[in-house]
């Protein structure tokens, strides 16, 4: 009797194919995940010079000389025609500036008190020397008449 050479059974043949598949299948999302995980970590990497830097200091602003009080108080007025009863109190390097803002009669008035409140009396106020302290209180003593009072510094 001849010996007839044994064939393996198909089923073991697609078993081994399918280990194969899965085998390969997880080592790709591996490596897809590992790409992922280096990718991230490679965002959040924040290098930073090994070499000192020089500091280089600003130039010096050319800053105005404060002037006195009294005529920083007629600049406002003349800049701003609805300020009544403008002060400017200082004791040693501490002003408070104090004024009344009059009721407004039109469009023009609206607009130009807004300019003012929104960075024009701290622009008047540098351009004589002086520095606004914001935010600066502003208090309604009666319909539509505003005081306000602010903290102001010498330069």
Known sequence: MPL??????????????AIMVALFGAIVVGWRQRQRDVAATAIAVVRTPTI????????PEARPAAVAPVAAVAHLRTVYPLLSDVT????????????????????????????????GLATALAADGYRLAVPFQMDEVADNLFRIRASVTPR
């Open 4 to 17: 007839r050479p044994v064939r393996p059974s198909p089923s073991f043949g697609w078993i081994a194919a």
């Open 52 to 59: 000192p830097v020089a500091r280089i200091r600003p130039l």
């Open 88 to 119: 400017i109190a200082c004791r040693d390097d501490r002003c408070t500036l104090s004024a009344t803002i009059r009721p407004v009669t039109g469009q023009a008035d609206l607009d130009r008190r807004q300019e003012m409140l929104l960075g």
